[in-house]
């Protein structure tokens, strides 16, 4: 009221969306934490992150956090397919009835809406599956439907809040190519490309940029690795997260800060040994993933002059 400005700190790493409680005032901030104080791949595989609300009151204060996904334990890179079906990933929407009692979170990576108690808990065990890449979500007048947007499926799911389902999906006019369509779920969705169900790429690419954050994804335990006639080291130190935009094409050499990775389909491992997955993600679906990588590029810049033979 007054301008006057203060600052709410620590309260996760990526901040994807914000609601306040209409009943109590108290802020509510859905996003992403890293742990990237842990070091090497074989550590960090499976669980470098954590999903989480976090909540203050409107004058500042303490924060509370809250783990999204209470029933992982991050204890194994994977867990059985029921549990990884009740995991929340990428969350980018959150809104709440009109008395505060439930707030309503959507995880674009996870393709569903979690049901959330006033303090972050869930009031759900399995959230609400809806279309593909669910992001924006409004509530209605009388708290008894939920309308989402699926931006990657070019949908909007309408969910009744006392059955708590899905009811009605309905098309709207999207002119997302279709090599988008196809390789963006290698990117975001958390259930097929991780052993937990809460992480992707786009974790850390964040909408295939980054998370501002140095990793440490070396192995001890590795082996020497030969690209192109030179010899890698496991043990690669920190490294920070690059921006998959842009690395497709144009004579850019070997990819990664040491040139490590020969093409964009030797990061196939990642999902094994990063992500949590039992085996590498197949040839055809890296070919899908990098073909949606391809279709990402800067904005012209006229003050930008492109060298084709450039290196840098």
Same mark, same amino acid.
């Given at each position: 009221?007054?301008?006057?400005?203060?600052?709410?700190?620590?309260?996760?790493?990526?901040?994807?969306?914000?609601?306040?409680?209409?009943?109590?005032?108290?802020?509510?901030?859905?996003?992403?934490?890293?742990?990237?104080?842990?070091?090497?791949?074989?550590?960090?595989?499976?669980?470098?992150?954590?999903?989480?609300?976090?909540?203050?009151?409107?004058?500042?204060?303490?924060?509370?956090?809250?783990?999204?996904?209470?029933?992982?334990?991050?204890?194994?890179?994977?867990?059985?397919?029921?549990?990884?079906?009740?995991?929340?990933? @990428? =969350?980018?929407?959150?809104?709440? &009835? $009109?008395?505060?009692?439930?707030? %309503?979170? +959507?995880?674009? #990576? *996870?393709?569903?809406?979690?049901?959330?108690?006033?303090?972050?808990?869930?009031?759900?065990?399995?959230?609400?599956?809806?279309?593909?890449?669910?992001?924006?979500?409004?509530?209605?007048?009388?708290?008894?439907?939920?309308?989402?947007?699926?931006?990657?499926?070019?949908?909007?799911?309408?969910?009744?809040?006392?059955?708590?389902?899905?009811?009605?999906?309905?098309?709207?006019? @999207? =002119?997302?190519?279709?090599?988008? &369509? $196809?390789?963006?779920?290698?990117? %975001?969705? +958390?259930?097929? #490309? *991780?052993?937990?169900?809460?992480?992707?790429?786009?974790?850390?690419?964040?909408?295939?940029?980054?998370?501002?954050?140095?990793?440490?994804?070396?192995?001890?335990?590795?082996?020497?690795?030969?690209?192109?006639?030179?010899?890698?080291?496991?043990?690669?130190?920190?490294?920070?997260?690059?921006?998959?935009?842009?690395?497709?094409?144009?004579?850019?050499?070997?990819?990664?800060?040491?040139?490590?990775?020969?093409?964009?389909?030797?990061?196939?491992?990642?999902?094994?040994?990063?992500?949590?997955?039992?085996?590498?993600?197949?040839?055809?679906?890296?070919?899908?993933?990098?073909?949606?990588?391809?279709?990402?590029?800067?904005?012209?810049?006229?003050?930008?002059?492109?060298?084709?033979?450039?290196?840098?």
């Amino acid at each position: 009221g007054t301008l006057a400005l203060s600052y709410q700190a620590r309260l996760g790493n990526i901040l994807m969306a914000m609601a306040v409680n209409p009943a109590s005032g108290q802020v509510n901030v859905v996003g992403t934490d890293a742990t990237n104080e842990i070091r090497f791949e074989p550590k960090l595989n499976g669980k470098f992150l954590r999903v989480n609300i976090s909540q203050f009151t409107s004058v500042g204060g303490a924060n509370t956090i809250t783990d999204m996904n209470p029933h992982l334990t991050y204890a194994t890179p994977s867990v059985a397919p029921a549990l990884r079906k009740q995991s929340i990933g @990428d =969350p980018r929407g959150i809104a709440f &009835k $009109a008395d505060g009692s439930k707030a %309503y979170v +959507t995880g674009m #990576g *996870s393709n569903n809406v979690l049901v959330l108690n006033s303090n972050g808990t869930r009031n759900l065990v399995d959230p609400i599956p809806v279309g593909e890449g669910p992001t924006g979500i409004v509530l209605n007048g009388g708290g008894t439907m939920a309308y989402v947007l699926n931006k990657f499926e070019g949908t909007i799911s309408t969910v009744d809040l006392n059955s708590n389902m899905e009811v009605a999906r309905a098309n709207f006019f @999207d =002119p997302t190519p279709m090599v988008i &369509k $196809a390789g963006r779920k290698h990117m %975001y969705n +958390t259930h097929i #490309g *991780s052993g937990t169900g809460h992480i992707s790429c786009g974790s850390c690419h964040v909408d295939a940029r980054w998370d501002r954050l140095g990793w440490d994804l070396g192995n001890p335990a590795g082996d020497m690795d030969t690209v192109d006639g030179k010899v890698f080291h496991p043990l690669k130190g920190v490294k920070v997260t690059q921006f998959l935009i842009d690395i497709i094409g144009r004579g850019r050499g070997n990819l990664h800060w040491r040139g490590d990775k020969h093409s964009f389909a030797d990061f196939d491992g990642a999902f094994q040994h990063l992500q949590g997955l039992d085996a590498p993600k197949p040839a055809g679906e890296m070919q899908e993933f990098q073909d949606f990588i391809a279709a990402c590029w800067y904005v012209p810049n006229p003050y930008r002059v492109y060298k084709p033979n450039s290196q840098s």
